[in-house]
């Protein structure tokens, strides 16, 4: 009785991945959750909104503390200039994605994005009745040819969606990638829709730039983020959305009859937490980029390929040296084999092809718990072949 389109997306990796790696006992890399909680602080309030009684249907739009401290967000760390009243509170940003594709597709629009893509933006445009023209990121770098990105742009092209710092390769976009993918957004007549839920996850001394901050962007860029990753909080799915008004209109239209609103005592809570000193933030971007280079040696030991990761919670490896053809079977296997979990990064790919044999790896986890997957990383080659 399914419908056809959704035929493809009735579960997700994350799902049959983390239930495999609590089925085998191993270390579950491959979804992109912390083993930590957020600040005590942020813990505390929420904590104390519950026990106040903030547990019923907060504001539709957001509770107004949060919307302004969304707005003072981005002005001090994007020099935005974003009015309240142009701010949305969502269940996560993958309900304001949802949210922003199902305002603005008609059936048959067009919605470009970069490939390997979060496995929601495919599902999503399909539930819109639209059609996906996805570009292709490729290793080592992964940025994408101009040349394919126009290619993959039409007189139907209605959305561009842009993930940076980029899910699950690792890429952080720079002002110029934007501008070159801004300015067929503009010579297509298209919107940008940009996903930067890991904005504070860049790392090497990289900066994230924001979309909406170039020139000519802001009124044609929606802007979504979250509190899950950057809080250490991806269960209470606070998520935000701001753009211009006739965007964000369409984009609350059909927000209200998803959710219509959650997450009543955390939403005061995330407000506060948002204006908590540079250091943490820095302090977060530090950490990550540790674990990354714990566990990217690792992985180097044990015999992948492994890419750089500019930002993110997710390393990239090829898993070709290995002697592996085939990315998503091994995924399916390593837990038995070593009890380590990880994703297949193919299960990204319009093209599986694109990524066959490509691994990704999540690092935002404790630090003895990455030194105990790298210890039984290191005996991968000899189990691979015990067990050819």
Known sequence: MMVERMRPYTSTIFAEMSALALRTGAINLGQGFPDVDGPPSLLADAAANIIDGINQYPPGLGVPALRTAVAEHQRRFHGLAVDPDDVLVTTGATEAIAAAVLGLCESGDEVVTFEPFYDSYAATVALAGGVLRPVPLRPPTFGFDPDELRAAFSPRTKIVLVNTPHNPTGAVFTADQLATIGALAVEFGAVVVTDEVYEHMCFDGRPHAAMAGLPGMAERTLTISSAGKTFSVTGW??????????????????????????????????????????????????????????????????????????????????????????????????????GVAAVPVSVFCADPELGRTLVRFAFCKRDEVLTEAVSRLAGLKSTLKAAV
């Open 237 to 338: 799915k606070i998520g935000w959305i701001h753009g211009p008004r006739e965007l964000l209109a369409a984009v609350k239209a059909a927000k209200q009859f998803l959710t219509y609103a959650s997450g009543a005592p955390f939403q005061p809570a995330i407000a506060t937490a948002l204006g908590l000193p540079d250091a943490f933030y820095a302090d977060l971007a530090t950490s990550l980029q540790r674990k990354r280079d714990l566990l990217s040696a690792g992985l180097r030991a044990a015999g992948f390929t492994v890419y750089p990761s500019a930002g993110t919670y997710f390393v990239v490896t090829d898993t070709a040296p290995l002697g592996v053809t085939d990315g998503a079977a091994f995924c399916w296997r390593l837990p038995e084999l070593i």
